[in-house]
């Protein structure tokens, strides 16, 4: 998939996000070795914690669906910020126990692509079953 294809579907994808308090839609594509995606959005509650970034929709589907966090290709990500929209912290951290630093995590804003990623490059150090050993 390339990256004009995969840019135009983060970016009709945005448009299944709830976002009514925030307006600030974003979007996940979780691809797999197979072909599959698995798409994700952000969906915000009126109790603000309550609501959950479009990665932490799309990644626990893998699980859902019987597929293996082993055969995930890639990790696409679009914001609808103009500058470098990341992921947040939790999601950093939930990425962190379901990718291994193998994985390219792509990264968009709403006009471009920003780069190709790791986990390690946003989330060095991650706290890991390693430490609960
Ligand atoms: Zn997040």
């Known amino acids: ?11 009709n ?7 009514p308090y925030s307006k600030f839609p974003v979007s996940c594509i979780v691809k797999m ?12 509650n009126a109790s603000y914690p309550a609501g959950i970034c479009a990665e932490r929709v799309a990644l626990p589907q893998i699980f859902a669906l019987g597929l293996n ?14 500058g470098f929209g990341s992921p947040c912290g939790i999601c950093r951290q939930f990425i962190s ?3 291994d630093n193998n994985v390219v995590i792509e990264m968009f804003n709403i006009n471009k692509h920003l780069g190709d ?3 390690d490059d946003f989330l ?10």
């Open 124 to 133: 060095p150090f991650q706290f890991s079953s390693e430490e609960l050993k």
């Open 69 to 82: 966090e082993k055969e995930i290709e890639k990790i696409s990500i679009m914001t609808s910020s103009t």
């Open 1 to 11: 998939m390339s990256k004009e294809i995969t840019f135009k579907k983060l970016k």
């Open 117 to 119: 990623f790791k986990i």
């Open 13 to 19: 994808l945005l448009k299944n996000s709830y976002v």
């Open 97 to 99: 126990e379901i990718i």
């Open 33 to 44: 070795k197979n072909g599959q995606e698995i798409f994700g959005v952000n969906v915000e």
